[in-house]
């Protein structure tokens, strides 16, 4: 709906004739990662210790899409579709070594 159907704009001193408008909107997202991880034990300084690390990785990608059509009784005026895409890419790396002092 248009609440401001009728009223004159200021710039061009036209009448507001839009009725309502149109919009569809579309959005497609896809997201994929992995991680690895390595875990080793074995005697450091006369000590038992476990060392452990990895790696992991999360990726995503969305994508946006949208037009308006502003209807009025006559011509429809289409607007064309605006994408836009958006991502996002995280790494991670991690290590612990631990030590059991007995």
Same mark, same amino acid.
Request: proline share 4%; glycine share 6%.
């Given at each position: 709906?248009?609440? /401001?159907?009728?009223? *004159? /704009?200021?710039?061009?001193? %036209?009448?507001?004739?839009?009725?309502?408008?149109?919009?569809?909107?579309? *959005?497609? %997202? /896809?997201?994929?990662?992995?991680?690895?991880?390595?875990?080793?034990?074995?005697?450091?300084?006369?000590?038992?210790?476990?060392?452990?690390?990895?790696?992991?990785? /999360?990726?995503?990608?969305? &994508?946006?899409?949208?037009?308006? *059509?502003?209807?009025?009784?006559?011509?429809? *005026?289409?607007?064309?579709?605006?994408?836009?895409?958006? &991502?996002?890419? %995280?790494? &991670?790396?991690?290590?612990?070594?631990?030590?059991?002092?007995?």
């Amino acid at each position: 709906m248009n609440n /401001d159907y009728g009223s *004159i /704009d200021p710039l061009t001193g %036209q009448i507001d004739l839009t009725t309502a408008n149109n919009t569809r909107s579309v *959005i497609a %997202q /896809d997201s994929y990662g992995f991680a690895v991880q390595l875990s080793a034990t074995g005697k450091l300084a006369g000590m038992n210790n476990q060392l452990t690390a990895g790696v992991s990785g /999360d990726f995503a990608n969305a &994508r946006f899409s949208h037009s308006t *059509i502003r209807t009025r009784s006559s011509p429809l *005026i289409a607007r064309p579709w605006v994408p836009t895409t958006t &991502r996002c890419k %995280q790494m &991670r790396l991690h290590a612990i070594a631990t030590l059991a002092c007995l």
